[in-house]
């Protein structure tokens, strides 16, 4: 009975907790995105009407998977890694992972909707409105099954370790998606009580003076001279200044300081020098308001399908042991060449999606992929018959050849004159360049790390750090040339699917 409750509660817990995100966006969605300048009602029987649909495909898969194939408890003997003997370990278990798999299928298709409607409505700016907050929990959520999801099916651990990771996890997450939903509505609470505040106090001071007879508002003429000032009867009263010039100047380098060090931190992230230009932004508004939902979807769900697919497909192929050679070894050679033929066709693809004004017909594509495959695959079979099999970091060794090769049938294919009057196409050598550069330096990086051990492997791993950012550097000043043209933005309405 426990192993079939298990289940049940943590899917019903999830749908619950998450689902609740989900229609907090999707009401924020239909109120103020859907329909604009309309009055939307969203009632509480609608909120409960959508709800009720993701507790619906819950219970339509426990109902399946219970009457088909009912977890068990199992017991597992094992050699005890503290004392001689052995140790009984249960676990509930089904003898099909199928229904497992539909239920994370489903979870995962809750999760991105709500990733999905959070994200369109992050920018709703209304009082006491906590669209930015919510998507901050639904990302809080995605961390959270990123990291629970390999540790439960992936890693081997204690019941012990297990249950404190869960639990930690599921705290921390619940805590911070409590206080993402709370606090921001304490705050501008605060805010609004404060600036009321000071509207009541500013009436109070106003009515005071009002109240105040002909002889108590007798005219000062008050004359600044350092801190001191002279009434007209002769009088002189000390007056304080506002505040200390030495205090002012440390403040203002402290404050000068932390911007500088704010400035370089920004310029070492990539993701913060990126910017949409207005072709694209106009390009991006007019996908998110004119592509329907089941669109996006399905171009989420099914992108994914085609190289799925592919590396099945790859995987049905026999392989022989490589200690016979490769000559026996067809499955081998079969497989990677229709790896390296998708690989030469991603690239020419990408190439041409880069260079706009570069049209590649079918028959060039296939042109450059084939020979390309061809007289890499000469190359790989010389090296094997000579040295040996398989080789060693493979495409390390021999990744420059295939680049060269394919660059040349480009060439030879397109013409020269054709890439040379081809806008953007130095950005897209030296985006080329980098890559290759990244392929070597991180191999360079992996062999001293093996070499190295125990501090020096730790010092090596802050040297990582320093050697990202240089790349990411790199990359985005091998792109920052790259410029939109304005008659591009039909072109780029479907921008996240090209992404």
């Not at 309309?38 to 649909?53: D, E």
């Amino acid at each position: 009975m426990l192993c079939g409750i298990r289940p049940i509660l943590v899917c019903m817990g999830f749908t619950t907790i998450f689902g609740a995100l989900v229609m907090k966006s999707l009401r924020v969605y239909r109120v103020f995105m859907k329909s604009a300048m309309k009055r939307v009602k969203v009632t509480l029987l609608t909120i409960l009407k959508f709800l009720a649909i993701f507790y619906v495909g819950d219970i339509i898969i426990f109902i399946g998977w219970y009457a088909a194939d009912f977890p068990e408890p199992t017991i597992t003997t094992e050699e005890a890694s503290e004392f001689r003997g052995t140790v009984d370990k249960i676990s509930c278990s089904s003898s099909s992972f199928i229904f497992t798999a539909l239920l994370i299928f489903w979870k995962t298709i809750l999760l991105v909707l709500g990733l999905y409607l959070s994200f369109l409505i992050r920018n709703v700016s209304v009082d006491f409105q906590e669209s930015p907050w919510i998507f901050g929990s639904v990302v809080v959520v995605l961390v959270g099954c990123v990291l629970v999801m390999p540790m439960s099916y992936l890693v081997q651990m204690r019941a012990v370790t297990y249950y404190v990771f869960l639990a930690s996890t599921l705290l921390i997450c619940t805590m911070l998606i409590m206080g993402l939903m709370l606090v921001p509505k304490l705050f501008r609470l605060k805010e609004v009580g404060t600036v009321s505040g000071s509207s009541k106090s500013v009436v109070s001071v106003r009515s005071r003076h009002s109240l105040l007879s002909s002889k108590s508002r007798s005219v000062l003429n008050v004359n600044n001279v350092g801190n001191a000032t002279e009434t007209r009867d002769g009088r002189k009263l000390q007056v304080k200044p506002a505040y200390n010039v030495e205090t002012t100047t440390n403040n203002n380098s402290t404050h000068k300081l932390l911007n500088r060090t704010y400035g370089i931190w920004r310029r070492i992230h990539v993701s913060h020098r990126g910017a949409y230009t207005a072709g694209r932004a106009r390009a991006l508004e007019h996908y998110c308001q004119s592509t329907p939902l089941a669109r996006v979807l399905a171009v989420c769900f099914l992108t994914p399908l085609p190289i799925l697919c592919f590396v099945l497909a790859m995987e049905l192929l026999p392989l022989n042991s490589p200690s016979e050679g490769w000559r026996t070894n067809s499955g081998w050679i079969v497989r990677y060449v229709f790896v390296f033929n998708l690989l030469s066709l991603s690239c020419l693809q990408q190439v041409s999606s880069f260079l706009s004004t570069l049209n590649v017909t079918l028959g060039q594509g296939l042109a450059i992929a084939w020979i390309t495959v061809s007289c890499y695959f000469v190359v790989l079979l010389t090296i094997m018959a000579v040295w040996v099999f398989p080789i060693p970091f493979v495409f390390e060794l021999t990744g420059g050849v295939f680049g060269a090769v394919f660059m040349g049938c480009v060439v030879m294919i397109l013409g020269r004159q054709t890439i040379a009057k081809t806008p953007q196409a130095r950005v897209l050598y030296n985006v080329s360049a980098v890559e290759a550069a990244m392929c070597f330096v991180y191999l360079v990086f992996s062999a001293v790390y093996h070499v190295l051990n125990g501090f020096q492997q730790l010092a090596l791993i802050l040297v990582l750090y320093v050697l990202k950012v240089f790349t990411r550097l790199s990359m985005a000043n091998a792109c920052c040339s790259s410029t939109d043209e304005e008659a591009r933005i039909q072109s780029l309405a479907r921008l996240p699917e090209r992404v």
